[in-house]
């Protein structure tokens, strides 16, 4: 896998909205936010270079919350990861951001900021609150004067899906740098979590003639195909091939899931992944996460258990989403429920 190891941290549960998706507020009211104090915050960060030195991996930070500027400590941390090299993007809001804001992330080592569309303006107002829509994409350009990129993440799901191509004109239209969407998966919220087999594939049709489109007319927004359902896609179109070299039980791509990737939240919990229900593996203000890695790490790992996957070719670039699985069937070995390819 990459030789870099990503770290999706949690610093802090306060934020300025709660949509629909979220995994704090979906559920229903969330009593009691947590924070990471600074003395924390330390000792993950350290904890986090001790892994990579052991496994010889280079880190990557992605900070985010809630929305992460919210915390007290936030300018800190990014003062202590800029003076130890350690490159990161902030997941975040855009109510807080200005020029200068900007440009003090810029100055302090932030290579991305990532922003979400959720539909076009009723539909992502509804998602989050009135008056979010326009100022995201106010604030796009905000991020990109200060020489940052410009991300766009769409979540997915039955109720917004027809508008996808609205929002992939609108990202473009503000000048964002990346976009991508990645599926919703259900976690007690009210967003509908039935999107078909069927209607993902015509979506994924849909948006490749549109990224090719665009491409064509020499866009420079580049379109992250995040979600690893494309690798089946594109592989039935033609567009990705099995290499004639690849070696039987070996692991290319598809979901980082116990490869290269783990989330911390403000509690320390050290989970496989944020999207995977129940998939606590630690806390890493108790556990060293060299040891965690490669103990309660493993139960994320077995791939022959993958009901479907398994018996796939494209296991090992592929296993579509396990998160949503999970969250649908419960089981995260269980198929990947907008997976259409019969095996």
């Keep these: 896998m990459s030789e870099y190891f990503s770290f999706q941290w949690h ?115 509804w998602f989050r609150k009135p008056g979010s829509y326009d100022c995201t994409l106010e604030k796009i350009g905000c991020i990109k004067r200060a020489g940052i990129r410009a991300v766009i993440m769409t979540t997915v799901s039955k109720t917004n899906r027809m508008e ?25 919220g009210d967003l509908d979590g039935s999107m078909t087999a069927r209607e993902y594939r015509e979506l994924l ?39 004639e070299n690849a070696k039987a039980g070996v692991i290319y791509g598809g979901c980082n899931c116990g490869n290269c990737h783990i989330t911390i939240l403000p509690t320390g919990d050290v989970y496989a992944c944020r999207r995977v229900a129940d998939s606590r593996v630690g806390n890493v203000l108790e556990d060293r996460l060299a040891d965690v890695w490669v103990c309660q790490m493993e139960r994320y790992r077995d791939y022959g258990k993958f009901e479907k996957c398994a018996r796939c070719e494209l296991m090992p670039w592929c296993r579509g989403c396990p998160a949503v699985a999970k969250g649908t069937s419960g089981d995260f070995y269980s198929p990947d429920p907008q997976c259409w390819k019969e095996v």
């Excluded at 609108?170 to 998966?185: I, L, P, Q």
Aim: contains cysteine.
């Design 11 to 125: 610093i802090t549960d306060q934020c300025d909205q709660r949509c629909k998706h979220c995994y704090i507020f979906s559920g229903g009211e969330h009593q009691h936010l947590d924070s990471m104090t600074w003395a924390q915050m330390e000792d993950t960060f350290y904890n986090c270079l001790d892994f990579c030195q052991v496994y010889d991996r280079l880190p990557y930070f992605y900070i985010t919350g809630g929305d992460p500027i919210l915390h007290p400590d936030f300018w800190r941390l990014l003062e202590l990861l800029h003076e130890h090299d350690a490159p990161f993007t902030i997941l975040g809001n855009p109510f807080h951001l200005n020029d200068q804001v900007c440009r003090e992330l810029k100055g302090l080592g932030c290579e991305k900021y990532q922003l979400s569309l959720d539909g076009l303006r009723q539909t992502h107002d």
């Design 164 to 188: 996808v191509p609205g929002i992939i004109d609108a990202a473009v239209a503000a000048g964002a740098d990346v976009f991508a969407f990645s599926r919703y998966v259900p976690s007690g």
């Design 205 to 243: 049709a849909v948006c490749d003639r549109k990224f090719k489109e665009y491409e064509a007319q020499g866009c420079r927004t580049w379109f992250n195909k995040k979600d690893h359902l494309w690798t089946l896609y594109e592989y039935e179109t033609g567009a990705f091939t099995i290499p």
